[in-house]
């Protein structure tokens, strides 16, 4: 049986770098149909637009599509439901993801060219529906429970999946990987303690490393994206992984999210090490008030010292903010300004206060009936504000001007790397690269050289060292000396490879 699993965002948001990706999720339910035998392509249909999608559609032919419902792309995925039931009357169409898990009976009840929606963790359900449509049995319902999984490590890593492929970039795509499912805690704002019911399940160290070997290997991916909601709960897990990449000498550097509470300076250096060179934070607001409306169960105690932690390590440190929140004012604002500028983080996120399905803060409006689930299905808009008012658009103002303000402070300058080597070693070289960025993008190209030489001497099989010297003497019109680089770049990474 063929089956393709699709994503498409809205039009609109085709340029936006995340909001255009395939969920990792997806990419998950592939790679486990596959191994069952399936015929599987994985589309994503975000920079085509749901006309061309459905011309990709109609040319394969599945016998079962299955498509990631969220939110935010909800529009012009129940367009491409309807069009595509008129030319494929006997495709089957699966609906999951966040929004369709939260919205299940309103969807079905909605849309009758929707056959199914999977609630929740999709994988084996999913396998377990098509080996019923591939016997000719019809489930006795349209809304199907999520067959939970009980052990991350048996399933194929998203990685893994080498079938058909349409739209999909791999070098993008499968930088981005998931080591953990769901999070202990229940901030309001959040679906994830409605979606993962507030427990935690964990791949080991050895199948992260595993995963991002192999695509290291196959793919020339350097630079990965750990988008777990919190990649430091477990801090056993995050010192083995690490552990793995530096006795391995796998020189990849990639970013992670976490929360302020989860971090310490062992566990920070360890990662660094093991080519950490990001790190985000869900700060949320400056106020101790607002953070206790959000249920963060954290404080600006633990935020200032998670970002010094940061910051004396060496590695870019950036915030997630909100604004927005009911009974938010000006001096909660003005509480995280102040609290930007002694954090001094590198960058930051202003979002408003958003209403989504499965959170707490929707529940308790929809309680208030100033809104129904009607409202999904009668508007347009990506999401619905808490708050209209135009003093969230000027509080979100005020913070983006003051994260903006306080660059001229917050990067890391020479005295600051030179303290970074005494925190994270002589020999870390990821902090050569960070310096050496550091005086390239301030013209100073030769003591950006000496860095990046520095990263080719002590680690040979190393490609940062040479792309970031090809890069530095193509800027110096040293063409010829660049492709040497690039030369090298290439034996010891044959693969193709895009780094930027």
Known sequence: MKVLLAYLCHYRDRHDYYLSMLPVGVVSIAACLEKKGFDVTLANFSKMGYRKALQHIFRTKPDVIGLSLFTH??????????????????????????????????????????????????????????????????????????????????????????????????????????????????????????????????????????????????????????????????????????????????????????????????????????????????????????????????????????????????????????????GENQQDTDETKSLIRRTLPHDGIVSPVALYPGTQLYERVKEKRTITDDVWFKKSASGIFLRNDERVAAWMAELLVELERIKKKSWYREKDFAKHRKVAGEDCWVTDIL???????????????????????????????????????????DLKSAEQRNLKVKKIMPQAMRYD
């Not at 200032?304 to 009911?326: F, N, P």
């Not at 990046?452 to 792309?467: A, H, K, M």
């Open 73 to 326: 792309n909800r529009v012009d995925s129940f367009k491409l439901v309807q069009e595509l039931k008129k030319v494929l009357p006997n495709t089957a169409i699966v609906l999951g993801g966040p929004h369709a898990t939260f919205l299940a009976d309103e969807i079905i009840s909605r849309y009758k060219e929707v056959d199914y929606i999977i609630k929740g963790e999709g994988e084996k359900s999913f396998v377990a529906l098509m080996k019923k449509i591939e016997r000719g049995e019809t489930p006795d319902r349209k809304v199907l429970s999520s067959q939970i999984i009980e052990d991350l490590n048996d399933l194929p890593s998203p990685g893994e999946f080498s079938g058909n492929l349409i739209g999909v970039d791999t070098n993008e795509q499968f930088a981005f990987i998931i080591t953990s499912r769901g999070c202990p805690h229940a901030c309001i704002f959040c679906s994830s303690p409605q979606f993962w019911k507030r427990t935690v399940q964990y791949r080991s160290a050895e199948s992260i490393f595993r995963e991002i070997k192999q695509l290291h290997k196959r793919y020339g991916i350097i630079y990965f994206s750990i988008r777990d909601d919190n990649f430091t709960l477990n801090k056993k897990r995050v010192l083995q992984f690490t552990d793995l990449v530096q006795k391995s000498g796998l020189c990849i550097m990639w970013n992670c999210q976490s929360r302020v509470d989860t971090i310490d300076e062992e566990m920070l250096i360890s990662m660094k090490r093991a080519g950490l060179e990001h790190i985000q934070y869900g700060v949320e607001s400056g106020s101790e008030r607002i953070l206790k409306l959000y249920d963060k169960h954290t404080t600006i105690e633990k935020i200032e010292q998670a970002a010094a932690i940061t910051r004396k390590v060496g590695v870019y440190l950036s915030i997630y903010l909100m604004t927005g929140m009911e």
């Open 435 to 477: 310096e050496g960025d550091y005086f390239y993008y301030n013209k100073r190209y030769r003591e950006a050289e000496k860095c990046y030489q520095r990263v080719i001497d002590r680690y040979p099989q190393n490609p940062w060292g040479y792309l970031r010297m090809a890069e530095l003497q193509r800027t110096s019109g």
